[in-house]
């Protein structure tokens, strides 16, 4: 009988000790990360870390397939992950850009506050200026753009929720400039503009409202020989002001089935354009100083 009684118990003590002294991937994570990326020639396309994993996705300078999928455990060392090359088309940005110290900040309150459910710490570029980054903690689920987070929009044909979103719009193209911006009850999409020929994508970025994200295409780069719109200079007052004009011109109801679009017209002009499911209406403004 005591023999019954001792073994459970050593047994016990030896899973505990060893479950104890296994690394983790939270506390592996900044040395593993920053060997991945310091020094490197190259651009990301998503980072994701889980309690048990990280897994990086790079390219060269081109950002052109194959992509290189380094793969790491808590126990891998640095210089040793598992690596693999895949054929897809992703959205990168230049690994300098990458925030890797609030990747980290943001993975180590995670897995803190986290204990005893999954969770995980995905970044994506969604452009070459802008990162999405997603946090999940058991059912939840939070989505942050350049390290704001996106919440709710219920009310899209609101001011305040439109500035909102032109804000953060204006983040994805930040030193580009869009070639077209479409404005939507449940979402809104933006093609920004590149500065860059050499780029593999020409992103397609589209904000959800309701259910807050934001997502991005790999779209093939084509010729940018079309104008550029500034949407700082042509801001979201000028814009709503405009939607509203618009609107009041010709009839249109802001509600679930109709859109505005604006882009460039000319160099210091801009072509609003407003529809729904039965007919569309445009003016042209000039954009002032």
């Not at 570029?125 to 999405?132: D, E, H, M, Q, R």
């Not at 940018?224 to 004009?245: C, E, H, I």
Request: overall charge negative.
């Amino acid at each position: 009988m005591r023999k019954v009684v001792v073994v459970p118990l050593v047994t016990s003590f030896l899973i505990v000790a060893c479950s104890g002294t296994s690394p983790k991937m939270a506390n592996e994570a900044p040395m593993l990360l920053r060997s991945a990326l310091e020094g490197r020639d190259a651009r990301v396309g998503r980072v994701e870390t889980t309690a048990s994993s990280m897994t990086l996705l790079i390219t060269d300078n081109s950002g052109r397939p194959p992509i290189t999928r380094l793969r790491y455990a808590p126990s891998t060392k640095p210089e040793s992950p598992t690596t693999d090359q895949i054929d897809i088309n992703l959205i990168t940005r230049p690994i300098e850009d990458f925030d890797s110290e609030s990747y980290l900040s943001l993975l180590s309150e995670t897995s803190d506050n986290c204990r005893g459910q999954e969770w995980a710490i995905t970044a994506e570029a969604v452009s070459s200026t802008a990162t999405k980054t997603i946090r999940t903690c058991g059912d939840s689920r939070d989505v942050f753009l350049e390290k704001s987070p996106l919440t709710p929009i219920t009310a899209p044909w609101e001011p305040r929720a439109f500035r909102t979103v032109w804000e953060q719009m204006i983040t994805t193209s930040s030193s580009t400039g869009i070639l077209s911006l479409t404005y939507r009850a449940d979402s809104v999409t933006a093609t920004p503009a590149s500065n860059n020929e050499d780029e593999h994508c020409a992103p397609l970025i589209t904000r959800t409202l309701s259910d807050p994200d934001v997502t991005s295409q790999c779209l093939p780069q084509t010729s940018r020989t079309a104008r550029t719109l500034d949407l700082n200079t042509f801001d979201a007052n000028k814009a709503w002001s405009w939607t509203q004009v618009l609107a009041s011109q010709e009839g249109f109801s802001l509600g679930e089935e109709t859109s505005v679009t604006f882009s460039a017209d000319g160099e210091n002009t801009v072509l609003v354009v407003m529809q729904d499911a039965h007919r569309s209406a445009s003016t042209i403004t000039t954009i002032e100083p």
